[in-house]
Protein backbone atom coordinates (compact mmCIF):
# COMPACT_ATOMS: atom_id res chain seq x y z
CA UNK A 1 0.00 0.00 0.00
CA UNK A 2 1.60 2.98 -0.60
CA UNK A 3 0.18 6.71 0.77
CA UNK A 4 -0.39 8.96 -1.60
CA UNK A 5 0.90 13.01 -1.77
CA UNK A 6 -2.90 13.67 -1.20
CA UNK A 7 -2.85 11.26 1.74
CA UNK A 8 0.33 13.31 3.43
CA UNK A 9 -1.04 16.37 2.96
CA UNK A 10 -4.47 15.17 4.85
CA UNK A 11 -2.04 14.44 7.72
CA UNK A 12 0.16 17.29 7.56
CA UNK A 13 -3.15 19.36 7.73
CA UNK A 14 -4.33 17.56 10.86
CA UNK A 15 -0.95 17.87 12.64
CA UNK A 16 -0.65 21.60 11.73
CA UNK A 17 -3.63 21.97 13.12
CA UNK A 18 -3.43 20.14 16.16
CA UNK A 19 -0.12 21.52 17.00
CA UNK A 20 -0.48 24.31 19.73
CA UNK A 21 2.95 25.29 21.77
CA UNK A 22 6.60 24.52 22.34
CA UNK A 23 8.44 24.54 25.79
CA UNK A 24 11.83 24.58 27.10
CA UNK A 25 13.37 22.93 30.03
CA UNK A 26 16.17 21.77 32.10
CA UNK A 27 15.70 17.79 32.03
CA UNK A 28 18.73 15.87 30.61
CA UNK A 29 17.44 12.35 30.21
CA UNK A 30 18.30 11.70 26.42
CA UNK A 31 14.82 11.93 24.34
CA UNK A 32 12.92 8.72 23.95
CA UNK A 33 9.54 7.48 22.43
CA UNK A 34 8.17 6.70 25.57
CA UNK A 35 8.50 10.29 26.70
CA UNK A 36 5.31 11.92 27.74
CA UNK A 37 6.67 15.54 28.71
CA UNK A 38 9.76 17.36 29.42
CA UNK A 39 11.14 16.04 32.16
CA UNK A 40 11.46 19.54 34.11
CA UNK A 41 9.91 22.08 32.27
CA UNK A 42 10.48 25.78 32.95
CA UNK A 43 8.15 28.13 33.84
CA UNK A 44 7.58 31.14 31.55
CA UNK A 45 8.19 29.12 28.64
CA UNK A 46 4.97 27.51 27.36
CA UNK A 47 4.37 29.90 23.99
CA UNK A 48 2.21 29.41 21.43
CA UNK A 49 3.79 28.28 17.93
CA UNK A 50 3.31 29.87 14.85
CA UNK A 51 3.57 27.62 11.83
CA UNK A 52 3.46 27.62 8.15
CA UNK A 53 2.95 24.64 5.55
CA UNK A 54 4.18 23.71 2.23
CA UNK A 55 4.06 20.60 0.30
CA UNK A 56 4.07 17.86 2.91
CA UNK A 57 5.99 19.96 5.27
CA UNK A 58 5.38 21.89 8.35
CA UNK A 59 7.30 24.92 9.87
CA UNK A 60 6.94 25.58 13.48
CA UNK A 61 7.93 28.58 14.78
CA UNK A 62 8.56 29.19 18.03
CA UNK A 63 9.91 32.38 19.90
CA UNK A 64 11.50 32.67 23.58
CA UNK A 65 11.19 36.55 24.36
CA UNK A 66 14.43 38.33 26.23
CA UNK A 67 11.43 38.79 29.35
CA UNK A 68 10.99 35.20 29.87
CA UNK A 69 13.42 32.86 31.94
CA UNK A 70 16.26 35.17 32.36
CA UNK A 71 18.97 33.53 33.65
CA UNK A 72 17.79 30.20 33.16
CA UNK A 73 19.58 27.41 31.69
CA UNK A 74 18.04 25.21 29.61
CA UNK A 75 18.55 21.60 27.65
CA UNK A 76 15.33 20.09 26.56
CA UNK A 77 12.65 21.75 23.88
CA UNK A 78 9.41 19.50 23.16
CA UNK A 79 6.43 20.95 21.02
CA UNK A 80 2.85 19.91 22.15
CA UNK A 81 -0.98 19.56 21.02
CA UNK A 82 -3.63 21.80 22.83
CA UNK A 83 -4.05 18.96 25.54
CA UNK A 84 -0.62 19.27 26.42
CA UNK A 85 -0.21 15.74 24.46
CA UNK A 86 3.88 15.70 23.96
CA UNK A 87 5.10 15.78 20.12
CA UNK A 88 8.31 15.35 19.97
CA UNK A 89 11.10 16.25 22.30
CA UNK A 90 14.86 16.54 21.98
CA UNK A 91 17.96 17.85 24.71
CA UNK A 92 20.42 19.23 23.85
CA UNK A 93 23.52 20.31 25.52
CA UNK A 94 23.10 23.26 28.58
CA UNK A 95 22.63 27.42 26.94
CA UNK A 96 21.41 30.21 29.50
CA UNK A 97 19.14 32.76 28.61
CA UNK A 98 20.69 36.19 28.94
CA UNK A 99 18.17 38.63 29.23
CA UNK A 100 19.63 40.46 25.75
CA UNK A 101 18.51 37.73 23.41
CA UNK A 102 15.62 36.50 21.89
CA UNK A 103 15.51 32.38 21.03
CA UNK A 104 14.25 31.10 17.91
CA UNK A 105 13.67 27.53 17.75
CA UNK A 106 12.37 27.17 13.77
CA UNK A 107 11.48 22.94 13.75
CA UNK A 108 10.94 21.67 10.01
CA UNK A 109 8.92 18.94 9.60
CA UNK A 110 8.48 16.67 6.77
CA UNK A 111 6.30 13.52 6.42
CA UNK A 112 6.81 11.29 4.05
CA UNK B 1 -1.50 -6.27 0.85
CA UNK B 2 -1.87 -9.63 -0.77
CA UNK B 3 -3.40 -12.91 1.32
CA UNK B 4 -1.70 -16.12 -0.03
CA UNK B 5 -4.13 -19.11 1.18
CA UNK B 6 -2.11 -22.06 1.48
CA UNK B 7 -4.89 -24.09 0.31
CA UNK B 8 -7.52 -23.12 -1.00
CA UNK B 9 -9.16 -26.15 -3.04
CA UNK B 10 -11.88 -28.20 -2.11
CA UNK B 11 -12.03 -31.77 -2.06
CA UNK B 12 -13.39 -34.72 -1.36
CA UNK B 13 -13.37 -36.97 1.47
CA UNK B 14 -11.41 -39.77 -0.54
CA UNK B 15 -8.32 -36.92 -1.70
CA UNK B 16 -7.93 -35.65 1.57
CA UNK B 17 -4.83 -37.28 2.29
CA UNK B 18 -2.88 -36.43 5.42
CA UNK B 19 -4.05 -33.34 7.77
CA UNK B 20 -2.49 -30.08 6.42
CA UNK B 21 -1.33 -28.18 9.32
CA UNK B 22 -0.37 -25.17 7.27
CA UNK B 23 -1.21 -22.10 8.24
CA UNK B 24 -2.37 -18.80 6.78
CA UNK B 25 -0.01 -16.66 5.54
CA UNK B 26 -0.84 -12.62 5.21
CA UNK B 27 1.91 -11.51 3.05
CA UNK B 28 1.62 -7.54 3.66
CA UNK B 29 3.79 -5.31 0.68
CA UNK B 30 5.24 -1.94 0.76
CA UNK B 31 2.63 -0.29 3.54
CA UNK B 32 4.98 1.83 5.32
CA UNK B 33 3.19 4.44 7.01
CA UNK B 34 3.80 7.76 6.63
CA UNK B 35 7.37 9.11 8.85
CA UNK B 36 8.11 12.36 10.05
CA UNK B 37 11.23 13.88 9.40
CA UNK B 38 12.13 16.90 11.35
CA UNK B 39 15.43 19.12 11.83
CA UNK B 40 15.39 22.47 14.75
CA UNK B 41 17.33 25.68 14.34
CA UNK B 42 18.01 27.71 17.42
CA UNK B 43 18.70 31.61 16.92
CA UNK B 44 19.73 33.76 19.06
CA UNK B 45 18.29 37.58 18.14
CA UNK B 46 20.17 40.21 20.01
CA UNK B 47 17.58 42.77 20.76
CA UNK B 48 19.40 45.63 20.68
CA UNK B 49 18.19 48.85 21.50
CA UNK B 50 14.90 47.69 20.71
CA UNK B 51 11.84 48.44 23.18
CA UNK B 52 10.54 45.44 25.29
CA UNK B 53 7.89 45.69 27.39
CA UNK B 54 8.48 44.47 30.29
CA UNK B 55 12.21 44.18 30.00
CA UNK B 56 14.21 45.78 33.34
CA UNK B 57 16.75 47.72 30.95
CA UNK B 58 14.64 47.78 27.61
CA UNK B 59 11.79 48.86 28.65
CA UNK B 60 12.07 51.61 30.66
CA UNK B 61 11.46 54.99 28.02
CA UNK B 62 13.62 57.70 27.62
CA UNK B 63 16.36 56.41 29.38
CA UNK B 64 19.77 56.01 27.11
CA UNK B 65 22.32 53.60 27.17
CA UNK B 66 20.09 50.27 26.91
CA UNK B 67 21.53 46.73 25.89
CA UNK B 68 23.72 47.46 22.77
CA UNK B 69 23.93 50.98 23.85
CA UNK B 70 22.17 53.91 23.12
CA UNK B 71 19.03 55.35 23.37
CA UNK B 72 15.63 53.60 23.32
CA UNK B 73 12.92 54.81 21.98
CA UNK B 74 9.62 53.22 20.85
CA UNK B 75 9.28 52.37 16.82
CA UNK B 76 12.70 53.48 16.73
CA UNK B 77 14.64 50.51 18.27
CA UNK B 78 17.37 49.06 16.43
CA UNK B 79 17.50 45.11 17.04
CA UNK B 80 21.33 43.37 17.21
CA UNK B 81 22.42 40.45 15.56
CA UNK B 82 21.19 37.83 14.77
CA UNK B 83 23.23 34.42 14.89
CA UNK B 84 22.03 30.32 14.20
CA UNK B 85 24.04 28.92 17.68
CA UNK B 86 22.46 25.27 17.26
CA UNK B 87 21.10 22.86 14.50
CA UNK B 88 19.69 19.59 15.60
CA UNK B 89 18.53 17.02 12.77
CA UNK B 90 17.35 13.95 14.31
CA UNK B 91 18.42 10.32 14.68
CA UNK B 92 17.50 9.63 10.65
CA UNK B 93 20.18 12.21 10.08
CA UNK B 94 19.56 15.42 7.70
CA UNK B 95 16.77 15.42 4.88
CA UNK B 96 16.54 18.09 2.18
CA UNK B 97 13.50 17.69 0.84
CA UNK B 98 13.96 21.31 -1.27
CA UNK B 99 10.43 22.73 -0.42
CA UNK B 100 12.11 25.86 1.09
CA UNK B 101 15.21 27.07 1.36
CA UNK B 102 15.63 27.52 5.07
CA UNK B 103 19.20 24.69 4.84
CA UNK B 104 20.19 26.17 1.44
CA UNK B 105 23.06 28.60 1.70
CA UNK B 106 21.62 31.42 -0.80
CA UNK B 107 24.68 33.09 -0.88
CA UNK B 108 27.57 30.77 -2.03
CA UNK B 109 24.62 28.72 -3.81
CA UNK B 110 24.95 29.46 -7.79
CA UNK B 111 22.78 26.72 -9.13
CA UNK B 112 19.09 27.12 -9.33
CA UNK B 113 16.61 25.90 -6.25
CA UNK B 114 13.74 25.41 -7.79
CA UNK B 115 11.09 24.53 -4.35
CA UNK B 116 7.92 24.72 -6.58
CA UNK B 117 6.71 21.42 -8.47
CA UNK B 118 8.89 19.87 -9.52
CA UNK B 119 10.89 20.40 -6.51
CA UNK B 120 14.61 20.14 -7.96
CA UNK B 121 18.00 21.65 -7.79
CA UNK B 122 19.08 22.57 -11.64
CA UNK B 123 22.95 23.18 -12.47
CA UNK B 124 24.97 24.13 -15.26
CA UNK B 125 28.56 24.10 -15.79
CA UNK B 126 30.29 25.01 -12.54
CA UNK B 127 27.33 25.57 -10.70
CA UNK B 128 27.21 25.04 -6.88
CA UNK B 129 25.00 24.18 -4.26
CA UNK B 130 25.72 24.36 -0.62
CA UNK B 131 23.97 24.27 2.17
CA UNK B 132 23.77 25.82 5.55
CA UNK B 133 24.53 24.10 8.70
CA UNK B 134 22.45 20.88 8.98
CA UNK B 135 23.97 19.90 12.61
CA UNK B 136 25.50 22.89 15.12
CA UNK B 137 26.74 22.99 18.47
CA UNK B 138 25.70 19.57 19.62
CA UNK B 139 29.05 17.59 19.58
CA UNK B 140 32.49 17.18 16.72
CA UNK B 141 31.23 15.06 13.94
CA UNK B 142 33.37 12.16 12.90
CA UNK B 143 32.08 10.47 10.13
CA UNK B 144 29.30 11.21 7.06
CA UNK B 145 27.51 9.83 4.62
CA UNK B 146 26.17 11.67 1.77
CA UNK B 147 23.29 9.84 -0.03
CA UNK B 148 21.09 10.88 -3.02
CA UNK B 149 19.10 8.27 -4.72
CA UNK B 150 20.36 7.10 -8.52
CA UNK B 151 17.03 8.10 -8.92
CA UNK B 152 17.09 11.56 -8.17
CA UNK B 153 19.76 12.89 -10.17
CA UNK B 154 19.82 13.17 -14.04
CA UNK B 155 23.22 13.57 -16.09
CA UNK B 156 26.58 13.05 -14.23
CA UNK B 157 29.71 15.08 -13.45
CA UNK B 158 28.33 16.28 -10.03
CA UNK B 159 30.93 15.93 -7.23
CA UNK B 160 30.55 16.04 -3.40
CA UNK B 161 32.13 17.77 -0.53
CA UNK B 162 31.34 17.60 2.81
CA UNK B 163 32.82 20.07 6.00
CA UNK B 164 32.37 19.56 9.70
CA UNK B 165 34.26 23.23 10.36
CA UNK B 166 31.53 25.33 8.71
CA UNK B 167 32.76 25.61 5.22
CA UNK B 168 36.77 26.21 6.43
CA UNK B 169 37.61 22.99 4.69
CA UNK B 170 35.70 21.09 2.36
CA UNK B 171 36.62 17.14 2.29
CA UNK B 172 35.17 15.22 -1.51
CA UNK B 173 33.11 12.13 -0.70
CA UNK B 174 31.39 9.50 -2.81
CA UNK B 175 28.17 9.26 -2.30
CA UNK B 176 26.41 6.67 -0.53
CA UNK B 177 30.03 6.25 1.39
CA UNK B 178 30.67 6.88 4.52
CA UNK B 179 33.32 9.88 4.56
CA UNK B 180 35.72 9.43 8.10
CA UNK B 181 36.68 13.54 8.73
CA UNK B 182 39.98 14.76 8.56
CA UNK B 183 39.45 17.79 9.84
CA UNK B 184 36.99 18.46 13.33
CA UNK B 185 34.25 20.39 14.16
CA UNK B 186 30.63 20.51 14.94
CA UNK B 187 29.27 22.54 12.01
CA UNK B 188 28.23 20.31 9.53
CA UNK B 189 27.68 21.30 5.83
CA UNK B 190 27.57 19.56 2.46
CA UNK B 191 28.52 20.92 -0.98
CA UNK B 192 27.64 20.05 -4.39
CA UNK B 193 29.13 20.73 -7.92
CA UNK B 194 28.81 20.67 -11.50
CA UNK B 195 31.44 19.64 -13.85
CA UNK B 196 32.92 22.32 -16.37
CA UNK B 197 30.79 20.63 -18.79
CA UNK B 198 27.91 20.19 -17.41
CA UNK B 199 24.63 21.41 -18.49
CA UNK B 200 21.02 21.01 -17.28
CA UNK B 201 22.19 18.54 -14.44
CA UNK B 202 19.59 17.96 -11.82
CA UNK B 203 18.89 16.86 -8.65
CA UNK B 204 14.95 16.33 -7.79
CA UNK B 205 12.54 15.35 -5.80
CA UNK B 206 10.42 12.61 -8.62
CA UNK B 207 8.18 11.94 -5.32
CA UNK B 208 7.59 7.99 -6.53
CA UNK B 209 8.36 6.41 -3.22
CA UNK B 210 11.04 9.31 -1.84
CA UNK B 211 10.71 13.01 -1.31
CA UNK B 212 13.54 13.97 0.31
CA UNK B 213 16.36 13.60 -2.54
CA UNK B 214 19.33 14.59 -0.59
CA UNK B 215 20.22 12.52 2.76
CA UNK B 216 22.99 13.18 5.03
CA UNK B 217 23.70 10.97 8.02
CA UNK B 218 25.81 11.53 10.63
CA UNK B 219 27.97 9.80 13.68
CA UNK B 220 29.91 11.90 16.45
Do not use: C
Amino acid sequence: MVFSNAGKNRIRDLLNTDLSHGELGSGTTAANATNTDLVSATAGTSLALSTQTADKQIIADYSLPSTAAQGSTLTEFGIFNGSDLLFARFTFSSLTHSSTDEWQFSTRMFIN
Amino acid sequence: MAVELARDLVRTQDQLGPRDSTNLVFKLFNDQMPTVFWTTTKVEQDIGNAFVVGHATNGVIGVANGVGSGQITIGTGDLGSSSTTRVFSGATGFKEALRDNSYIDTVNTTASVVTSSPYQVLFDATEVLQSKSVELGNGNISRATLYIPSEAISGTSLTYQLSVNGGSNWESVSLNQEHTFTNTGDDLRYKITAGATASSVTVRDTSTGYDYPITLKFTR
